[in-house]
């Protein structure tokens, strides 16, 4: 502890939001993993799965539009405490008795949770911009790099403990458990988080939720095709195949995502190694690197398309091919992730991130629900083929960015 004292008071900072975001992590995952088997165990279509998630993607979209706004104006440490409080909430709420758990009420605590999320992660990365020094890109990418990578590593763990929870002690004392944990760490954030973080030095219009910065727009519309990409294969089409195609049993399904999660998160945290883009000059090459690793995500998904078509074993086709991209998915992540605090303001730096994770959560949103829909007429490969069109819209629309602009410049815009 006297360590830690001893530490500067911005790593100190990093370090509170980094344990906030990592338990709070832990059991977005865990809830999703056991949310969608439990339904799924009950004999819900793989549309009926994907609409329960559809309130917590839509109240994504939202969050994160007034979220950044809300932080701009009454400090991040509120929005962080408002996401954990929220987070108990919706968990006590699907600790009821099962006949209670009807879809509505289900949507309505995923809603919930959605909120929490985004309040959350909205949060978490707009406090890494104002802890690192102005025109420290290099510093910027390598802490981003690491909150995101290992917050997914974690949803990974979240993922394996959701499966393990319902195969074990089962949903509602499984759900209740998560909301014990997750309100411990609302507690320890409540007395050490600073006060006042990320407040906009003046007033903050309402109407200034809506960027007007042309690169937050571009970067925004990638991130909504990337991310859209990603969940119209993952949130319900693969472990539906995994579980009712490959016949793997609820632990295998939720161990098998677990680990790409956790695999995913790692090279996240390692991306800037990856990427190569090193010292105070980094954010120039960060347009021509976020092109780059699009195609060569894009170019994943058609490998796997045509594996799949041309007979070969479906397990083991998805073992490598979900192993390259998701190595390949991580890094384009990270790319974005860096880029928008690259972009965003310094004062009231939450409205650029709030509009930027807007557009994440709506590439969510469509694309949990092609998951279902398109599954359950075209099966996987279907969806393999829409993740791809996605993402050669991402790269196309990447090749629209400008160059960051220069520390000085983004002090004279603030």
Known sequence: MERVRQ?????????VVTMAYWSFTITDGALRMLVLLYFYQLGYSPFEVAM???????????TNLLGGWIGARFGLHRT???GMFLQVVALLMLTVPEAWLGVIYVMLAQALSGIAKDLNKMSAKSSVKLLVPAGESGRLF???????????AL?????FVGSALLGTIGFQVGVLAMAVWIAVFFLLSLILLRR?????????????????????????????????ARDIWFVVALPVFLQGVLGWSHVQVGTFMALWVIGYGVVQSLAPRFARLQGRDSAHGGRRAAIAWAIALALSLALMVVALDAGFSPAATLIIGLGLFGFLFAINSSLHSWLILEYARGDGVSLDVGFYYMANAAGRLVGTLLSG???????LSGCLLAALAFILLS?????????????SERRCQS
């Open 7 to 15: 530490l500067p008071e911005a790593i100190r900072q990093y370090m």
């Open 52 to 62: 329960l998630f559809v309130l917590y993607e839509l109240f994504g979209v939202i």
């Open 80 to 82: 962080l405490f408002a």
């Open 142 to 152: 390598k802490w981003v790099a690491a909150l995101t990578g290992s917050k997914n």
């Open 155 to 159: 949803k990974g763990v979240g993922f």
């Open 196 to 228: 006042g973080m990320g407040q906009a030095s003046g007033k903050t219009p309402f109407r200034q939720i809506l960027s007007k910065s042309r690169a937050v727009n571009y970067l925004s519309a990638a991130r909504f095709f990337l991310f859209g």
């Open 373 to 379: 829909l398109v599954y359950q007429f075209h099966g």
């Open 395 to 407: 790269s196309l629309i990447a090749t629209a960015l400008p160059k960051p602009a220069a520390p």
